[in-house]
């Protein structure tokens, strides 16, 4: 079982997954590249190499609707792998990394979840974690045959969806009778074997960081320098204390794309070609949902022109960029955690195999150690 234990401030470091072709990148080229994603065999040797190299998770993205037809016909994220069931599988590749799954409450409802979590965290032993979203694509809402719901109220109803979770988990009686979501009173669920499963959300809203200070244990901040990151931090820690959670209660993640070789100027080199591969009709596809369903986006890319917007959300969506050698990519990994307060990474590589994701990882990670910001769970032990 993965403990909880926030106290301390050494990074956590997960894999942002491929669990479709081309999780970040959207080039056919650059995807025929790499391994098949749909190749289950791949997917449990590339989690099995992301244990043996020490990496405290994996996270398990996941989406409803094509983005459009270009992202389709680009193979972008279309399909994909369901989160909880590809968690399911490589729960059974692994034994002991954690494994988070990312769950839409817009469009699951919270009897299923209570289950659908709780038996995944009995399967891994413990190891389970929920990535909170509520679907910031209108596409999602309309292929589901719903209303469009406003995106406040996304999260107002994500919060009664996580009260109604909790009250199936603790196993009380009586039934739920939330603002959004009424459990009748016959409805149980497998309990989970971790008392309370690590919840996970990436708000970038008012509404998303009030929801995350109230909710998650980790929170996936994005920023394009340190005092908006620190800022949201600041936000998130005040609503908490607020309602009397300890001030270590949150850890502030950020995502990252990740390029390793032996110079930097070879690193750079590989980034450059990947950004001159970007299908850019697909990418405007993409952009287009993502500043339309996200501030943090809109505000992000809109100062952008085009080209620009297109080849960065193309080739690593909202992620910061770790492109160089071992010694300049850890220099960047130090900063996040000094100067943005970063406690942990999901890292998406864009050239991956389990190979390049163990190579890339083990020439990092000794030099992470000895800068003091992380030790290996082989030593410490898996925790949150
Ligand atoms: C690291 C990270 C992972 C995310 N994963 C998903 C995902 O798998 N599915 C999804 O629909 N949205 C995902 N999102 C989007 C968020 O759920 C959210 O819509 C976005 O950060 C905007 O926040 P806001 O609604 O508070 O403005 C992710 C965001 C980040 C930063």
């Given at each position: 079982m993965i403990m909880r234990r926030s106290e301390d401030s050494l990074l956590r470091l997960g894999i942002f997954y491929p669990s479709s072709t081309g999780i970040h990148v959207i080039s056919p080229e650059v995807s025929a590249g790499n391994p098949n994603p749909f190749d289950p065999q791949v997917q449990c040797r590339l989690a099995a190499a992301c244990e043996e190299a020490g990496l405290d998770y994996i996270f398990l993205a996941d989406r409803w609707a094509p983005f459009g037809e270009r992202c389709t016909a680009a193979g972008f994220q279309d399909p994909f792998w369901y989160a909880p069931l590809l968690s399911a599988a490589l729960a059974s590749a692994t034994r002991r990394i954690g494994l988070v799954s990312t769950v839409h409450t817009t469009y699951h409802r919270p009897e299923q979840v209570a289950n659908l979590g709780a038996m995944l965290d009995q399967l891994s032993g413990g190891r389970w974690g929920m990535n909170i979203v509520t679907g910031f694509s209108p596409n999602e809402a309309a292929m589901f045959g719903m209303a469009n719901i406003g995106h406040d109220d996304r999260y107002a109803m994500a919060e009664d969806f996580?009260?109604?979770?909790?009250?199936?988990?603790?196993?009380?009686?009586?039934?739920f009778d939330g603002r959004f979501y009424k459990v009748d009173a016959r409805a149980t669920s497998l309990p989970p074997?971790?008392?309370?499963?690590?919840?996970?959300?990436?708000?970038?809203?008012?509404?998303?960081l009030d929801f995350a200070a109230k909710q998650a244990d980790w929170i996936f901040l994005t920023g394009t320098n340190a005092a908006e990151v620190t800022g949201k931090m600041s936000k998130v820690n005040a609503i908490a204390r607020d309602i009397g959670r300890p001030e270590t209660a949150i850890r502030a993640m950020m995502h990252a794309n990740l390029i390793v070789r032996d110079s930097d100027d070879e690193a750079q080199a590989l980034g450059a070609s990947i950004r001159e591969k970007v299908d850019l009709d697909a990418a405007r596809e993409f952009a287009a949902e993502l500043m339309g369903g996200m501030d943090t986006f809109r505000r992000m890319l809109g100062a952008q022109s085009e080209r620009d917007r297109l080849i960065r959300v193309g080739s690593r969506g909202g992620g910061q960029l770790l492109h160089g050698s071992p010694r300049t990519v850890v220099a960047d990994i130090v900063r996040l955690h000094r100067?943005?307060?970063?406690?942990?990474?999901?890292?998406?590589?864009?050239?991956?195999?389990p190979k390049e994701v163990r190579r890339s990882l083990l020439s990092i990670m000794p030099l992470l150690a000895e800068a003091g910001i992380w030790i290996s769970p082989h030593e410490r032990g898996w925790s949150w």
């Open positions: 996580i009260e109604a979770l909790k009250y199936l988990w603790t196993g009380k009686s009586g039934g074997l971790q008392r309370d499963p690590l919840m996970i959300n990436a708000g970038a809203s008012a509404a998303g100067e943005y307060g970063c406690r942990g990474l999901a890292f998406s590589f864009p050239i991956w195999s």
